[in-house]
Nanobody, 122 residues
């Protein structure tokens, strides 16, 4: 049974920082590309960041330079370090994963976490 468990969400003032974690179980972690999505009220879910098993990261333009995604394959955990937070970063943040594809042809993610709320107040 695959489980992705996010933690670290909360409330912070604009300009502050938060760090999210996602612990995975039930998969061979080092074979999976990990991703962070977010969904704000009334908006579609969007891909925020992703990281390959080898550590190559990609970011949405909206968070580039402010967020950093990383992973620890020994701990089966992926992280999202968020800095210079803005009110528009307020959303439920989800961890998701799919088997790594060298051509990055990902469609729908295979597995999802339950989400963690991040609220940024101005």
């Amino acid at each position: 049974q695959v489980q992705l468990v996010e933690s670290g969400g909360g409330s912070v003032q604009a300009g502050g920082s938060l760090s999210l974690s996602c612990a995975a179980s039930g998969i061979i972690f080092r074979f999976y590309r990990m991703a962070w999505y977010r969904q704000a009220p009334g908006k579609q879910r969007e891909l925020v960041a992703s990281i390959t098993p080898g550590g190559s990261a990609n970011y949405a333009d909206s968070i580039k330079g402010r967020f950093t995604v990383s992973r620890n394959n020994a701990k089966n955990t992926v992280y999202l370090q968020m800095g210079s937070l803005k009110s528009e970063d307020t959303a439920v943040y989800y961890c998701a994963t799919s088997l790594y594809r060298p051509d990055a042809s990902y469609g729908r993610e295979s597995y999802w976490g339950q989400g963690t709320q991040v609220t940024v107040s101005s």
